[in-house]
């Protein structure tokens, strides 16, 4: 079985990567060949199976379409910028998070296989008025041009599937809290940075309050649910080939003390308390909670508690 990742290179993209890896097939299919795409060329990571790496733009169709003249069985497509930059650099986020998308959509109908295609949107993608709960039926409303572009992916997606083109399966992630690494241009980057600088020894700035709620999610269980999705069997999708996967919802004052509860108490004094509007601005808009039924039926993973968050940063990715 083929597999390309695009976004290889990336935090999620590398993790899957590697998950795939010790898992050696997927619904029973052994791999033979993974491929990990992403704008500049990744280190493939070790596996018992074929690994390559390639540097490959996916907002230039031509190179798409070379990249998939032989076609994958299973498409990950994780390629993307993040909110905060999306929202500066509009054309930007318009060429490689939708015209990107619709690339890979296009290539991979061209292959003729209809290949299972597994989209990472995020729950940017609701937003505006949604009334007293987020469910499997509130309607998209992005407040952010990132948003706006992960749901019109998910409509492409929706409409290459019913055509038979490709067998879509998109899944609006929650914040994946501990991210590892440096700050990013994502407006949620504080989410991680809160704890990943403290937890290594040095300060961040929190830019909303206390109360403010994170709709997130750990790295382990998010790969966990990128592979669940390469695996739900079609029919079991249904009509609506998108959904929110399951998270938790947390207080950044609960996260905090859960980092306290697992780590001692030194990390939590390094935080700062600076408010900054535009960041909150972006966040408020976002969901801090949601209601994930259709996901936990078809038996996507679910977070434990926070604690797990700060845990497995300390296991997998600290940098001391
Ligand atoms: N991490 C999160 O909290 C989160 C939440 C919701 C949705 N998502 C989505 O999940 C996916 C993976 O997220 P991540 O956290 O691993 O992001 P990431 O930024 O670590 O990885 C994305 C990768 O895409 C690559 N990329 C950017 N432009 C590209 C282009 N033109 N062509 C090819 N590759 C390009 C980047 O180099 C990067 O390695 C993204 O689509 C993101 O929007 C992530």
């Known amino acids: 079985m083929r597999v390309l990742i695009t976004g290889g290179g990336g935090f999620l993209g590398t993790k899957l990567a590697a998950a795939l890896a010790k898992k050696r097939e997927l619904n029973g299919h052994e791999l033979t060949h993974v491929v990990q795409s992403d704008i500049f060329e990744p280190t493939p990571v070790e596996a018992p199976y074929k690994t390559t790496g390639i540097a490959l733009d996916v907002s230039d169709k031509d190179?798409?379409?070379?990249?998939?003249?032989?076609?994958?069985?299973?498409?990950?497509?994780?390629?993307?910028?993040?909110?905060g930059q999306a929202e500066l650099e509009f054309d930007l986020g318009l060429?490689?998070?939708?015209f990107g998308s619709?690339?890979?959509?296009?290539?991979?109908r061209q292959g003729g296989n209809k290949p299972v295609f597994v989209y990472t949107s995020s729950c940017a993608a609701y937003g505006g008025e949604w009334g007293d709960e987020i469910t499997d039926f509130t309607f998209l409303n992005p407040q952010t041009?990132?948003?706006?572009?992960?749901?019109?992916?998910e409509l492409?997606?929706?409409?290459y599937s019913r055509k038979g083109f490709l067998d879509g399966r998109g899944?609006?992630?929650p914040s994946v809290t501990v991210r590892p690494g440096k700050?990013?241009?994502?407006?949620s980057s504080f989410m991680s940075s809160i704890f990943r600088e403290p937890l290594q020894g040095e300060s961040a700035n929190c830019p909303v309050g206390e109360d403010y709620r994170v709709w997130n999610s750990a790295p382990r269980t998010v790969v966990a649910n990128l592979v669940h999705a390469a695996e739900v069997p079609e029919d079991n999708w249904g009509m609506n080939r998108c959904l929110a996967i399951p998270g938790q919802s947390v207080r950044v004052g609960d996260m905090v003390q859960a980092m306290t509860n697992v780590a001692g108490s030194?990390?939590?004094?390094?935080?700062?308390?600076?408010?900054?509007?535009?960041?909150q601005k972006i966040c408020e808009g976002w969901p801090q909670d949601m209601k994930t039924d259709k996901a936990i039926r078809l038996g996507f993973h679910q977070d434990k508690g926070f604690e797990d968050n700060i845990l497995w940063f300390l296991e997998d990715d600290i940098q001391r």
């Open 266 to 279: 030194n990390a939590a004094g390094l935080i700062t308390w600076n408010e900054d509007k535009f960041i």
């Open 183 to 187: 700050p990013n241009a994502a407006a």
């Open 102 to 108: 619709l690339n890979l959509f296009e290539a991979a």
């Open 95 to 98: 060429n490689i998070n939708l």
């Open 171 to 173: 899944l609006r992630l």
């Open 156 to 159: 492409l997606l929706t409409d």
């Open 145 to 153: 041009s990132y948003g706006a572009q992960k749901a019109a992916g």
């Open 63 to 83: 190179a798409v379409n070379a990249a998939l003249a032989e076609p994958f069985d299973v498409i990950f497509h994780l390629a993307a910028i993040v909110s």
